[in-house]
């Protein structure tokens, strides 16, 4: 038998699951979780963003309209998203299989990934180890936490065998059982398979799960235009094909505005506050920028994209000089802004950073002014808000900042 080196885990219903966890009234009602809330008497508009297993039984599903979700399912209760709640109920999960199990990656909100070797790389043992992590959140996180758990050689066909079975599933995947445990789904419906690689895929006669099974990796390398393609097959195939760590590229925050905040001098403030979570975020993770780019689309008409670069900094008040510079005339008009996007780029390490001796800079090291940075950090992470800002600015939370 193939050996087993991955325990995928992927929460059912994972939002509502958490809301129906923590207020019991909730338990066996339909509910679902949207991002945006109107008026003073209970009005919900946009999209649902998750849904219980009683509501999807009823046909409701994630990105359909509130309005339509309501209609299908009259006695649906629907709940602002929030993150924070969701987030931390995310570290009790990765905390009480930790007392089992080796949690090797968290890959999102709602889904992690486990290390099998030793006794555990066998099935048996890998069966067993799923159901104790099932009873284990069961009775350290909530009664009503639910997962299903995907088992394989390597990490793609454990998430495939994951998706096989919900809710509360338990499936595995290994040379042993392949194609035919999956000859049902179709290859988009595979982890990183978009529908214009389905495309190209059918370019090459390649239509079913059973030919992408049987392609020579070396033919996938050429579909894909990339050494991915080879790698996916192979680990398809049941490879211990091990992930390749990604380098950051760069650090952005963006926003679609709130009506509120649509005037050009409003979505200005809104930028300096994207701003300052941008740097505090490449600051925490150790690097410094080299460039900064700033776009601002508008209602009908062409936006505006400005760009500066500049010795590589991880000083919230240099980035927020060269904002405000690049976007007075912006700030200062009447523009209808729809979204606004601050992008840093061009990185580097801190620790790698070269001196400069007319600035003056240390090699590796944080200047007075990044360091007065850090120290706005600690002070806001300490009491959980933002106590210190760099001038004025206009926060804008979303779903994502809500708790």
């Known amino acids: 038998m193939t050996p087993m080196r991955c325990l995928y885990l992927d929460m059912n219903a994972f939002f509502a699951s958490v809301e129906q966890q923590v207020n019991p009234r909730l338990r ?6 949207t991002a945006l809330q109107t008026g003073p008497h209970n009005n919900w508009a946009g999209a649902v963003v998750a849904a219980s297993y009683e509501a999807k039984s009823q046909g409701v599903k994630t990105i359909m309209r509130v309005t339509e979700a309501r209609q299908i399912c009259p006695d649906i209760v629907f709940l ?3 993150h924070k709640l969701y987030a931390r109920a995310n570290q009790a999960i990765a905390r009480a299989i930790d007392r089992i199990a080796e949690v090797e990656r968290v890959r999102s ?58 809710p509360d599933g338990l499936q595995w995947l290994a040379p042993e059982n392949m194609p035919q445990a999956i000859a049902h789904l179709k290859p988009d419906d595979l982890p990183g398979i978009s529908r214009r690689m389905q495309e190209r895929l059918a370019k090459a006669h390649v239509w079913g ?31 211990n094909i091990p992930l390749i760590e990604t ?47 700033i776009h601002a689309s508008l209602w009908k008409r062409q936006g505006h994209h400005w760009q500066q670069t500049l010795t590589p900094t991880q000083d919230t008040r240099a980035f927020l000089a060269i904002y405000d510079n690049l976007t007075a005339r912006f700030a200062a008009g009447r523009d209808y802004t729809t979204s606004i ?3 840093l780029t061009n990185l580097v390490l801190l620790k790698d950073r070269s001196g400069e001796l007319f600035l003056p800079l ?37 779903f994502f900042d809500r708790g």
Request: include cysteine; aromatic fraction near 4%; proline fraction near 5%.
């Open 28 to 33: 066996g009602r339909p509910v679902a979780i």
């Open 80 to 82: 602002q998203a929030r």
């Open 109 to 166: 909100i709602d889904e992690l990934q486990i290390g099998l070797g030793g006794p555990t790389a066998k099935l048996p043992a890998a069966m067993d180890l799923a159901r104790d992590i099932k009873r284990v959140i069961r009775e350290d996180v909530g009664s009503v936490m639910r997962c299903s758990i995907g088992i394989g050689p390597n990490q793609l066909l454990a998430k495939i065998a994951g998706k096989l079975e919900k």
């Open 209 to 239: 799960i059973q030919e992408l099974y049987a392609l020579d990796p070396r033919h996938a390398r050429k579909i894909w235009r990339s050494v991915e393609g080879e790698r996916f097959v192979r680990a398809l195939q049941g490879e």
């Open 247 to 293: 380098s950051r590229g760069g650090y952005g925050q963006s926003k679609v505005l709130a009506p509120e905040y649509r005037p050009a001098p409003q979505a200005h403030r809104v930028g300096r506050w994207l701003t300052e979570r941008a740097v505090a975020r490449m600051r925490r993770d150790g690097y410094c920028a080299g460039r900064i780019s």
């Open 341 to 343: 996007s601050v992008n």
């Open 362 to 398: 240390e090699p590796g090291k944080a200047n007075r002014s990044e360091q007065l940075s850090t120290t706005i950090d600690h002070i806001n992470r300490r009491y959980g808000k933002t106590i210190i800002k760099h001038g004025i600015q206009q926060e804008h939370l979303g």
